[in-house]
Nanobody, 115 residues
């Protein structure tokens, strides 16, 4: 069974930085897309950033210029570097991967930005 393990969340002051990681295991299929989502209290889950297997990236308008998504294919690991954090970035962050056999989610990691 495919498993995604996230780490790197925590508490940070506005203007600070955090780096998230997501390690995937248990798959023998090529991963085509990897994504980061987040969900703020009382709001729906939203797409933050996407990276293709070839390294093409896209970002939500709210995080452009501040967040960077990357991946290490040899380690099957997804990363999200978050800089210049704002209070509105607070939420639970989830990694997501697309495989031929389905879509898989991490357990989520809490990011809290204080102001």
């Amino acid at each position: 069974q495919v498993q995604l393990v996230e780490s790197g969340g925590g508490l940070v002051q506005a203007g600070g930085s955090l780096g998230l990681s997501c390690a995937a295991s248990g798959s023998r299929f090529r991963i085509t897309l990897m994504r980061w989502y987040r969900q703020a209290p009382g709001k729906q889950r939203e797409l933050v950033a996407t990276i293709t297997n070839g390294g093409v990236t896209t970002y939500a308008d709210s995080v452009k210029g501040r967040f960077t998504i990357s991946r290490d294919n040899a380690k099957n690991t997804l990363y999200l570097q978050m800089n210049s954090l704002k209070a509105e970035d607070t939420g639970v962050y989830y990694c997501n991967i697309l495989l031929p056999v389905g879509v898989y989610w991490g357990q989520g990691t809490q990011v809290t930005v204080s102001s």
